[in-house]
């Protein structure tokens, strides 16, 4: 996976957004990577475990692997512009 574009730019998930949706991104952006190693328990982005939280971290992944240009997610989607949304282990890339 190639990640590139915009290096202070991350995709997270609006506050407010109900858990159907949020399931829906994650079942979405994982389904399409193919990977959600880091939102599984033991992984590095597990904790917190809420939906927003595992749900943002699938939209980002999203994100960079689609060069930058997808953050919509039916609206659910906010770009945030220099604040890197990593904490503890877990490193939004």
């Known amino acids: ?9 991350w995709c997270v998930a609006k506050p407010g957004i109900p858990d159907s949706a949020l399931q829906e991104i994650i079942d979405f952006s994982c389904g ?7 939102i ?3 992984g590095s982005c597990f904790l917190p ?10 939209m980002n992944l999203y994100y960079k ?9 039916n609206g659910a989607g906010l770009v945030v512009v220099v604040t890197n ?4 282990d877990c490193v939004y890339i």
């Open 1 to 9: 996976m190639v990640f590139l574009g915009l290096p202070d730019t």
């Open 32 to 38: 399409i990577l193919k990977d959600s190693s880091k």
């Open 40 to 42: 599984q328990k033991h």
């Open 49 to 58: 475990n809420t939906l927003i939280s595992h749900a943002s971290i699938a």
């Open 65 to 73: 692997a689609d060069g930058y240009y997808n953050c919509d997610f």
């Open 85 to 88: 949304p990593s904490f503890g």
